[in-house]
């Protein structure tokens, strides 16, 4: 771990803001405890987010099981191709993911686009040896692991489940109702924050890479033929942007371009895309992510994910590396599609026409009183896929026969028997499958990287202060109430002031140990914006200190005030200059 890394790991846990869970039995790798202050700042990045990407966008929000039954993800192809890279010492028997061992010990960055061969050449190639006790790898076998988290539901293995890997899946399946309540009208979103896991072979970095994370995500379903995303909104926005192109360049680097270039150059391929990069940089902003240490990095082919045609993470550096913190995919229809496969049920939407319009519809009729003589008990079944062909697939009745496959064996049916036509019909609309455009943000590294951007020292009054930059918006406490000291009615004066403003709506913590500097020194280092003192000054004529805590400056407001003041500069609408 960095030395940034070890700084704020040793702060989150003395001050509350995350610790490895069940230390008491010697922890567990990959799981940890949000403490008050932490579990604080993730809700405000969660309602953020949820403000910017579902009220303001208007799209709607939903909470699916963290349990689901095997078939969802048989279908989603996560039972199949959702693996990790596993190397096992022969030594120690420790295991490790195999591509970090290369990314952590050559100049190679993105070693997950490589194939297990060729891992397992470089591991040797690199005479990379085991984190854990030395041992050389080279000659061990490199395999895939699958990340999924088994369980059963209900009494007995009948019935077999799996903790979702990503929150989507839960969105995906449930399209035909979601699509009812958006009255089959595209396109339309569906948003979810919650809980996803995957076993990670070696968990590391703390918040960075766990086995239970927390993420939000927004599924948004469009006709790709007619719906355009408002890219007027963002085409001016100036992103930077570490494109596949520039990845594989030798001397390649980041380029700063507008949404509007990016996409003329065909740098970004797909609109929708380049439409959710613009809208994000000023939310990443807004949340305290340092844009000097931000950027959007497109995946190479080799680490595309099997739905995505093409996607960008969102990057932040921290301690070095630069860490995924958001994955901007367009899925296709690809999850939709499957699920339809597999389960039998309609994932399409109806769309309207606006006049009826005339169609030569290709159709077959299938003549049972040939194919039932001629084929048996298959005869029901070759019928149904001669219309399914039909579909499909009308040129395969261009001959005088057609080959049908059922169950594994072919047949072929005369095309008369087929009852084969093609026929006008009057229709007022068609059945269309959306696709779909993921942003799927991982929460943990969002915490993680606003304290990261947000941790700073200097100096004052001759020593060192450390402190944390929060954002009023996201920090976990908005204002910490101190009496000067606790007599002359002093104590019982701010324990009356921090109760008015709990009742307005401001998250308060009441301090009155300690010398006044101390108790500043404590709320900078969790990163409470506003300090609030109530002294003798305020028994004369009602006013408070008002303090601020990255320039140390001090305003004095009317007690009255203070509740609207400290709200307006909480939510940005008021600076502390403007005092």
């Not at 120690?92 to 100049?107: F, I, K």
């Not at 490589?114 to 891992?119: A, D």
């Not at 040129?395 to 080959?403: E, G, H, L, R, Y």
């Not at 009496?483 to 002031?497: S, T």
Request: hydrophobic share 35%; aromatic share 8%.
């Amino acid at each position: 771990m960095s030395d940034e890394g070890e700084r704020l790991t040793e702060l989150a846990k003395r001050r509350g803001f995350f610790l490895q869970s069940a230390g008491a039995y010697g922890g567990v790798s990959g799981f940890y405890t949000y403490g008050p202050q932490g579990a604080a700042l993730k809700d405000n990045v969660e309602d953020a987010w949820r403000d910017r990407y579902v009220t303001r966008e208007g799209h709607m929000e939903i909470s699916a099981p963290d349990v689901m039954p095997e078939a969802v993800f048989e279908a989603s192809g996560h039972l199949d191709g959702f693996d990790d890279m596993i190397i096992e010492c022969p030594e120690c028997g420790e295991s490790h993911r195999a591509d970090h061992l290369v990314e952590d010990n050559t100049d190679i960055e993105e070693a997950e686009s490589v194939s297990t061969e060729e891992i397992a050449e470089l591991i040797a190639e690199h005479d990379l040896v085991c984190p854990s006790c030395g041992t050389g790898l080279a000659g061990e076998p490199v395999d895939d692991f699958n990340l999924m988290f088994e369980t059963n539901i209900g009494p007995g293995s009948s019935s077999p489940g799996y903790l979702r890997p990503e929150t989507a899946q839960g969105i995906f399946v449930e399209f035909p109702q979601l699509a009812e309540y958006a009255r089959n009208q595209l396109p339309f979103g569906v948003a979810q924050i919650g809980k996803a896991y995957r076993n990670e072979i070696s968990p590391r970095k703390s918040l960075i890479r766990v086995r239970e994370f927390t993420q939000a995500e927004l599924e948004h379903f469009i006709d790709p033929e007619t719906d355009e995303p408002p890219l007027e909104r963002v085409e001016d926005v100036t992103v930077p942007l570490y494109s596949a192109k520039q990845q594989e360049s030798e001397d390649g680097d980041v380029q700063e371009l507008t949404i509007r270039e990016a996409v003329d150059e065909g740098i970004i391929g797909d609109e929708w895309v380049a439409f959710y990069l613009g809208l994000s940089k000023a939310w990443y902003e807004r949340i305290g992510v340092d844009m000097d240490r931000f950027r959007y990095r497109q995946h190479l082919s080799g680490e595309l994910a099997h739905y995505a045609a093409d996607c960008w993470d969102a990057e932040s550096e921290l301690g070095g590396d630069w860490v995924e913190i958001t994955g901007f995919a367009y899925r296709g229809d690809y999850d939709l599609k499957k699920h339809a496969e597999h389960s039998g049920e309609d994932y399409t939407v109806f769309k309207q026409y606006d006049e009826p319009v005339t169609v030569e519809r290709p159709t077959v009729d299938p003549d049972m009183s040939v194919l039932g003589p001629e084929f048996g008990g298959a005869a029901g079944a070759i019928g149904s896929e001669l219309e399914s062909l039909v579909e499909r697939n009308p040129d395969a009745f261009d001959s005088d026969a057609v080959t049908v496959e059922v169950d594994g064996e072919e047949y072929t049916v005369d095309i008369e028997a087929t009852g084969y036509s093609v026929e006008e019909v009057t229709e007022s609309g068609e059945h269309i499958r959306p696709h779909v455009v993921e942003p799927s943000f991982g929460v943990g590294r969002l915490v993680y990287t606003v304290l990261a951007h947000a941790h700073t020292t200097d100096e004052v009054d001759g020593e060192e202060r450390s402190y944390l930059s929060l954002p009023p918006e996201v920090a976990p406490t908005t204002v910490g109430v101190f009496p000067l000291m606790d007599k002359d009615g002093l104590g019982e004066r701010a324990r009356e002031v921090a109760s008015d403003l709990r009742a307005a709506g401001l998250e308060v913590t009441y301090d009155d140990s300690g010398a006044i500097g101390r108790r500043y020194r404590r709320q900078d280092e969790v990163g409470t914006p506003f300090c609030v003192t109530i002294d003798y000054e305020t028994q004369e004529d009602g006013t408070v200190t008002v303090r601020e805590r990255d320039t140390t400056a001090q305003q004095r407001v009317a007690v009255d005030d203070l509740a609207e003041t400290l709200t307006a500069l909480r939510d940005g609408d008021l600076t502390f200059d403007e005092l």
